[in-house]
């Protein structure tokens, strides 16, 4: 995506899609279900990227000009969503009004290395280890003066509000967290897997290579476009929805940040030692003590683990759901019904 944003864009809600949206919701029935319950998706998929989103704001934030959108009242209960890799802010561009039709107020923004979201200085270190991501977005919620949001999210993102919740669960009142807990350290990333499982991080290992590096940075868009195929083998998008987020890979940053980010979960690049503390609390698997709800698609092609190997990482008050109907890795563009309703449920947790 561009630097310069075009404001003169049709405004995030019209009333009309806010009724739209606010029946939609409406539908969604309140659930304090018992781990391991099934829920459907509740609507089909959308499969085209023509539904409206933005404008785009910047704000500066930390080492970062972040650019983010804002949806719903400004002095509602806040809710920050966060995408993961290799996606963008538009996995929320159904979720997002949603929420908003609730009286939350919703803030969707790029990560590091994506879309219009910038260093501040070209000497900071294009880190991407995972506490990095996580003080990022509490710079972000500093600057927004946001205190205790609700944090919601899958892959990166999920592992992002994950960290927060466990290290600072003064700064989040509640979590949805898709494929459940993702902390990690560079000690389990070193633990040889079953060959099977191996197979499933192939771009992982290709990422080791500089071989990796130039073949991501040179084809991109059609590696980006391959993963979601995998990751979602029965999400059926168009050009028009992938080429969309493709535009926020064209961040001039995006490369080195999606390689270190592997690398260092391998043990192959360092990380900056200001954060070794931090890694260090994680890499002892800190219990997650806000209320959570836990979510999983019923056709998540992307390597994840059974809830049972992580429920006992939340000693909070717990749920977890599996959706149903064909949902792959990216469920709040696949489920966007599933995906508001357990934040709203989270809510009253």
């Given at each position: ?17 806010m ?61 920050l969503?966060?995408?993961?890799w ?33 260093f ?8 991407g ?5 996580a ?35 003064e ?5 949805v ?21 191996e197979?499933?991080w ?23 476009k391959l ?21 926020a890979?064209e ?19 360092a ?10 609390r ?66 009253s947790?």
């Amino acid at each position: 995506m561009s630097q310069d944003i075009n404001h003169d864009r049709r405004r995030f809600l019209g009333a009309a899609a806010m009724t739209l949206a606010a029946s939609r919701l409406g539908r969604i029935g309140s659930a304090n279900e018992p781990a391991g319950d099934t829920a459907p998706a509740s609507q089909p998929a959308h499969t085209s990227g023509t539904t409206p989103f933005g404008p785009v704001r910047q704000i500066e934030a930390g080492l970062l000009n972040v650019g983010y959108v804002e949806a719903g009242p400004a002095t509602g209960p806040a809710v920050l969503l966060l995408h993961g890799w290799p996606y963008d802010i538009h996995s929320y561009v159904e979720v997002a009004p949603l929420l908003a039709a609730k009286g939350y107020r919703v803030i969707v923004p790029y990560l590091r290395g994506y879309g219009t979201t910038r260093f501040l200085s070209g000497e900071t270190v294009r880190n991407g280890q995972p506490s990095v991501l996580a003080l990022d977005l509490i710079a972000l919620m500093d600057a927004l003066k946001i205190q205790k949001p609700i944090l919601a999210g899958f892959d990166w993102g999920a592992r992002t509000g994950d960290i927060i919740a466990a290290l600072w669960p003064e700064r989040c009142k509640a979590l949805v967290s898709v494929s459940g807990y993702l902390i990690g350290s560079q000690e389990a990333g070193k633990v040889p897997l079953p060959p099977q499982a191996e197979l499933q991080w192939w771009y992982q290992y290709y990422f080791a290579t500089e071989r990796g590096r130039a073949g991501y940075d040179k084809y991109r868009h059609d590696f980006a476009k391959l993963i979601w195929q995998i990751a979602s083998p029965q999400w059926h998008f168009d050009d028009v929805t992938f080429d969309r987020s493709a535009r926020a890979f064209e961040n001039a940053d995006h490369v080195s940040i999606s390689i270190h980010n592997y690398r260092w979960r391998l043990g192959l690049a360092a990380g900056e030692a200001k954060y070794d503390e931090l890694e260090r609390r994680l890499a002892q698997g800190p219990v997650i003590t806000v209320p959570t709800i836990t979510l999983e698609g019923d056709a998540n092609g992307a390597p994840h683990a059974e809830p049972p190997s992580y429920a006992n990482k939340f000693s909070g008050k717990y749920a977890h759901r599996l959706i149903a109907g064909g949902v792959g890795h990216n469920l709040p563009q696949e489920a966007p019904q599933a995906f508001a309703s357990a934040v709203v449920d989270v809510d009253s947790y």
